[in-house]
């Protein structure tokens, strides 16, 4: 399984952007799909989560203002983010879990502007 991201960029705070990441190879048994973002110098963190049967969850800090979703019939993953602040700027990752491995996608980066 390969996973591309995109849809990064520099936006102004209160603004919105929307991430892809296109999956390709098998998704047969997937368990979850997330997004995490990454500081650098900090750990990576967790974001959101969509499970195969749309259940969906979110850290607090980004509850209300993001959401995330998935075409199943493309592969796609989308994370929607309004209402940006500067502190959501990082690189962001996609992940896809399986019963055995996790993988991920390279990063992409988002810049909010003060």
């Known amino acids: 399984v390969q996973l591309q991201a995109s849809g990064g960029g520099l936006v102004q705070a209160g603004g919105s952007l929307r991430l892809s990441c296109a999956a390709s190879?098998?998704?047969?048994?997937?368990?979850?799909m997330a997004w995490y973002r990454q500081v650098p110098g900090n750990e990576r963190e967790y974001v959101a989560e969509?499970?195969?049967?749309?259940?969906?969850n979110y850290d607090a800090s980004v509850k209300g203002r993001f959401t995330i979703s998935r075409d199943s019939a493309k592969n796609v993953l989308y994370l929607q983010m309004s209402n940006l602040r500067p502190t959501d700027t990082a690189v962001y990752y996609c992940?896809?879990?399986?019963?055995?491995?996790?993988?991920w996608g390279q990063g992409t980066q988002v810049t909010v502007s003060s």
């Open positions: 992940n896809a879990k399986f019963n055995g491995p996790t993988y």
């Open positions: 190879g098998s998704m047969i048994g997937w368990r979850s």
């Open positions: 969509i499970g195969r049967w749309n259940n969906t």
